[in-house]
């Protein structure tokens, strides 16, 4: 459980790929298009169809699910990509070859787009799947308790129901590059190797007989992957870093803008951008200070203080650091709270605590620099929902970010990369940052198509960009946005663009709700309640909706109420009401970016 608060529009991190990793897939993606110049007419149908379910939140696994199909290609395999959701598990039990890729959202979660997958997959009335031979491949994050839960409980029913086990599933951490690959190449060479599959016999790219689309459908060009990702982040220019927020209100939101220059990065909206951040220097100064330590003493060929600034998280303690300081001083306050094996009660007692306050804790017995360094995960970049349409602003990517700061009259706390942005790029205002692309997460692809947009705080991100979007294109469809936040006078953000897109005709309905306002506090999914008729008309009517902001509480709460429209207007129960919103989901008008 990471104990600090939402930085901005946060949301999970799934690293691109690797060098090594991208020497791969060119080599997967060459046999492709060598597959492709060979004569047709004497190609061989593949021996064998691989059936690639991917469940993602932020598009990582859909990626490497396109690879798998690239790869199945080259060795002479049929292959399709589809996400979970889109599967029923009839569908499942006339599959022979199946690899599953999943990442594990919020707390042990499905990501959005396997709930209805898993839903099924549990009932009693799923089919036995004894013809059916698997692997599953989790992507995840060892922070987290569950590590990993999403492909762990697929991996398990799938064996119950009578699947086998191809090859064992493999967990990658947030470096899962080099485990993905190994993992995939190993699965697919012993497909082929069972089914007598060869390269010559293979998928041809446009000529192949299986792909995302069906039977004879053209495979989908690879995605160009890019020279810049989290090992080479591209230095860009932060040509914008401008206050939102009233300077008196409680929150410091801003505007961030970055040039793109010639890094060749172009995004869409809905994409995201990874910032890789530097750690607090007086952070920094203060645990080698505790550690007795100079900065300038080696560690992994570098300075010491330099490691701590940009190598290693210190902010927020790793799991491995708290179990072996509970172990250590076994009457120290966390030891205390881990013996209890309660997992609420031990993030609201590290909830802005970090690596220092949990030395000072341990006393005596906290392990000394040598030992330290190895318990510290290293640091990550954060990935904030883009602000920004590519139509409107091609040279530019926007980012709008919350600053987390919080404290004691002892001690005061940041957010490594929020406060990174907003204090540390001064002197050299330049950062290292990546795109992180959501296939899933965009404007329609009908201009004519209404959207509702249900995004309060930093959560009007995408947003922004959408609108952007639709205003560049002149799209006609009806456009429906849902924001809020704590005080009008301090937290309306974007206000002038958003009553000139309302005035000028891009931003056709504008519901506000500022909970601190008045003595009854009202949310987006208040007034979400207050105008179900009209709500409901535009989803009948097409409209696509979606959500962003926070997941463990803003979330669940506009899906619950979207569920009471739902409802309400349909007179039919919740179970009906239940069963619209799959339907939304399973045609991708339901979609959700959250953190």
């Keep these: 459980m990471t104990p600090l608060p939402p930085t901005g529009s946060l949301i999970p991190v799934d690293a691109p790929f690797s060098a090594s990793q991208e020497a791969w897939l060119a080599g997967f993606i060459a046999g492709i298009a060598a597959a492709g110049r060979r004569d047709t007419a004497a190609a061989d149908a593949p021996a064998a169809t691989v059936d690639v379910l991917f469940g993602t939140q932020t598009g990582n696994a859909g990626f490497l699910a396109d690879q798998a199909v690239a790869g199945a290609r080259a060795h002479g395999l049929g292959g399709s990509a589809t996400a979970l959701d889109a599967v029923t598990p009839e569908r499942l039990a006339t599959m022979s070859h199946l690899l599953v890729v999943v990442s594990t959202y919020g707390e042990g979660e499905m990501p959005d787009n396997a709930g209805l997958f898993w839903e099924a997959l549990q009932a009693g009335t799923a089919p036995r799947l004894d013809g059916l031979r698997y692997a599953v491949l989790g992507l995840g994050d060892k922070g987290y308790d569950d590590f990993c839960q999403a492909a762990k409980l697929l991996d398990t029913r799938l064996e119950q129901l009578g699947a086998t086990r191809l090859h064992d599933r493999v967990d990658c951490d947030i470096d899962f590059e080099e485990p993905a690959a190994v993992w ?348 179900s008729r009209e709500l409901y008309g535009w989803l009948e009517d097409g409209a696509h909706l979606y959500v962003c902001g926070d997941a463990s509480r803003m979330a669940k709460d506009v899906e619950a109420a979207l569920l009471g429209v739902i409802a309400e207007q349909r007179g039919r129960g919740d179970d009906d009401a239940a069963e619209y919103l799959a339907s939304l989901r399973r045609t991708k008008r339901y979609v959700r970016d959250v953190y």
């Design 184 to 531: 995939t190449a190993a699965v697919l060479e012993r497909i082929a190797a069972e089914t007598g599959a060869s390269a010559a016999a293979g998928q041809g790219g446009p000529d192949g007989q299986s792909g995302p689309g069906g039977p004879g459908a053209a495979a989908p060009a690879p995605r160009t992957l890019s020279p810049w990702n989290k090992r080479t982040p591209y230095r860009s220019r932060l040509a914008v870093n401008r206050l939102l927020s009233a300077p008196h209100g409680a929150k410091e939101i801003r505007h961030y803008e970055f040039d793109l220059g010639d890094s060749g990065i172009t995004y869409e909206a809905g994409d995201a951008l990874a910032v890789v951040p530097r750690n607090d220097d007086a952070l920094v100064g203060a645990l080698l200070t505790h550690l007795g330590a100079r900065g300038d003493e080696e560690a992994d060929g570098r300075p010491l203080a330099e490691v701590l600034r940009a190598e290693r998280e210190i902010r927020t303690p790793s799991k491995e650091l708290i179990a072996e300081l509970a172990e250590r001083a076994p009457s120290s306050g966390l030891a205390s709270v881990v013996a209890h094996g309660d997992r609420s009660d031990l993030a609201s007692w590290l909830w802005g605590r970090d690596v220092l306050d949990l030395l000072r804790d341990a006393g005596a017995a906290a392990p000394g620099l040598a030992e330290l360094l190895p318990l510290l995960r290293p640091l990550q970049a954060r990935q904030y929902s883009i602000s920004s349409s590519p139509l409107a602003h091609p040279d530019r990517i926007h980012l709008t970010v919350a600053s987390v700061r919080h404290g004691t009259g002892q001690r005061t706390y940041g957010g490594v990369a929020s406060t990174y942005l907003a204090d540390r790029t001064g002197e050299d205002p330049h950062a290292g940052v990546y795109l992180q692309p959501n296939a899933s997460f965009g404007v329609p692809a009908d201009d004519d198509a209404p959207m509702i947009m249900i995004g309060p705080g930093t959560g009007i991100a995408p947003f922004r960009g959408f609108l952007h979007e639709r205003a560049a294109k002149g799209a006609a469809g009806r456009n429906w946005l849902f924001f809020g936040d704590r005080n009008r006078a301090t937290d309306f953000v974007y206000e002038d663009e958003l009553i000139q897109l309302r005035e000028s005709g891009v931003l056709t309905e504008l519901d506000l709700a500022f909970s601190r306002d008045q003595a009854e506090k009202i949310y987006v999914q208040t007034r979400m309640r207050e105008r």
